[in-house]
């Protein structure tokens, strides 16, 4: 398996991804079979070539080879032959959410692998439909949900008594800029967990407090102690924190976007894509009656497990 994801510098959803299932993975082996990670560093096997010039080998087809069964959890895969995981198809859908390089480099890969790969993974039905009506899709596309880990500690005892809670890489696409200004008007504390991306998305007000890279063990805690979690991105390939949030008992107010409708399966608030309105009034709504979808939510993050992810993965491979 490619684990070379997780040594990049900001490691994203993708990164939770890679550990995950690197992980199920291990634990789930067919007879026969072994799990070998590969990577530039921190890897059973180390491939002695810079990042950069792996990225410019592979985009070539080139050296160095892994083997006959390669796992790729990111589009940075070794072709042909590796089963690739495409988590979305954002660089298509809401390229102004990304770098230009970002677009360009996603849309090239995407599209080698749709025609070189021994087949793709991808995370809903609702990027299998985008995936087809994007590119020449000339592999077999395997749907294998993402799974979800329960975080479990006590709230964490140095933010709010209440918040409405945000995770994930601050850029563009997540927005969470919006978020901001809808808390602002709520007059209610915003907690927001991730890295900064790129962008120069300016997230700082008086209510929000911005955490950064955590722990598991302090991603738990902020989550024990949210009112509410918000995720009104305009694009997702799947949404991890929804099902995170909703693992731990927290209510989530979620855009309307297809991927996270289907992976919310009725039991979040919807709201709509970039209005503030919408946005504001569903967040407004859950505060005043916070327990209203939490059953729900911890019936449906119950479905996904890292367990049945690996199985599916290993499917493609047999």
Same mark, same amino acid.
Request: proline share 9%; with cysteine; hydrophobic share 45%.
């Given at each position: 398996?490619?684990?070379?994801?997780?040594? #990049?510098?900001?490691?994203? /959803?993708?990164?939770?991804?890679?550990?995950?299932?690197?992980? !199920?993975? /291990?634990?789930?082996?067919?007879? @026969?079979?072994?799990?070998?990670? !590969?990577?530039?560093?921190?890897?059973?096997?180390?491939?002695?070539?810079?990042?950069?010039?792996?990225?410019?080998?592979?985009? %070539?087809?080139?050296?160095?080879?892994?083997?006959?069964?390669?796992?790729?959890?990111?589009?940075? #895969?070794?072709?042909?032959?590796?089963?690739?995981?495409?988590?979305?198809?954002?660089?298509?859908?809401?390229?102004?959410?990304?770098?230009?390089?970002?677009?360009?480099?996603?849309?090239?890969?995407?599209?080698?692998?749709?025609?070189?790969? %021994?087949?793709?993974?991808?995370?809903?039905? =609702?990027?299998?439909?985008?995936?087809?009506?994007?590119?020449?899709?000339?592999?077999?596309?395997?749907?294998?949900?993402?799974?979800?880990?329960?975080?479990? !500690? $006590?709230?964490?005892?140095?933010?709010?008594?209440?918040?409405?809670?945000?995770? /994930?890489?601050?850029?563009?696409?997540?927005?969470? /800029?919006?978020?901001?200004?809808?808390?602002?008007?709520?007059?209610? $504390?915003?907690?927001?967990?991730?890295?900064?991306?790129?962008?120069?998305?300016?997230?700082?007000?008086?209510?929000?407090?911005?955490?950064?890279?955590?722990?598991?063990?302090?991603? =738990?805690?902020?989550? #024990?102690? !949210?009112?509410?979690?918000? =995720?009104?991105?305009? #694009?997702?390939?799947?949404?991890?924190?929804?099902?995170?949030?909703?693992?731990?008992?927290?209510?989530?107010?979620?855009?309307?976007?297809?991927?996270?409708?289907?992976?919310?399966? @009725?039991? @979040? *608030?919807?709201?709509?894509?970039?209005?503030?309105?919408?946005? *504001?009034? @569903?967040?407004?709504?859950?505060?005043?009656?916070? %327990?209203?979808?939490?059953?729900?939510?911890?019936?449906?993050?119950?479905?996904?497990?890292?367990?049945?992810?690996?199985?599916?993965?290993?499917?493609?491979?047999?």
């Amino acid at each position: 398996m490619l684990t070379e994801q997780l040594n #990049a510098p900001v490691p994203g /959803g993708t990164g939770r991804y890679t550990a995950e299932l690197l992980k !199920a993975l /291990g634990e789930r082996v067919p007879d @026969g079979w072994s799990v070998v990670t !590969a990577a530039t560093s921190r890897a059973d096997r180390v491939i002695r070539v810079p990042r950069r010039a792996l990225v410019a080998l592979w985009e %070539r087809g080139l050296p160095p080879k892994l083997g006959p069964h390669v796992h790729a959890p990111t589009p940075l #895969a070794p072709l042909p032959g590796a089963v690739v995981t495409v988590h979305d198809v954002v660089p298509w859908t809401h390229p102004e959410t990304l770098t230009p390089r970002g677009v360009a480099w996603h849309r090239k890969v995407i599209a080698r692998a749709a025609r070189e790969a %021994r087949a793709l993974v991808v995370p809903t039905h =609702a990027v299998a439909s985008q995936l087809a009506a994007c590119v020449r899709v000339e592999v077999p596309v395997h749907v294998v949900p993402n799974g979800v880990t329960r975080l479990v !500690a $006590p709230p964490a005892d140095d933010l709010p008594s209440s918040y409405v809670l945000a995770i /994930g890489t601050v850029e563009p696409r997540k927005g969470f /800029g919006m978020l901001v200004r809808a808390t602002e008007r709520l007059r209610v $504390p915003l907690v927001v967990i991730g890295q900064q991306g790129w962008g120069d998305v300016d997230l700082r007000a008086p209510h929000v407090t911005l955490l950064g890279k955590v722990s598991d063990q302090r991603l =738990a805690s902020v989550l #024990a102690g !949210a009112t509410v979690l918000a =995720a009104p991105s305009l #694009a997702e390939g799947f949404g991890l924190p929804v099902l995170e949030a909703m693992a731990a008992g927290v209510p989530v107010v979620h855009s309307d976007d297809p991927a996270l409708v289907e992976v919310a399966g @009725g039991a @979040g *608030t919807i709201v709509r894509r970039g209005d503030l309105a919408s946005l *504001t009034e @569903g967040l407004r709504a859950v505060l005043a009656d916070p %327990r209203h979808t939490v059953e729900a939510g911890i019936t449906r993050a119950s479905e996904f497990t890292w367990g049945k992810t690996a199985q599916g993965v290993w499917d493609t491979h047999a």
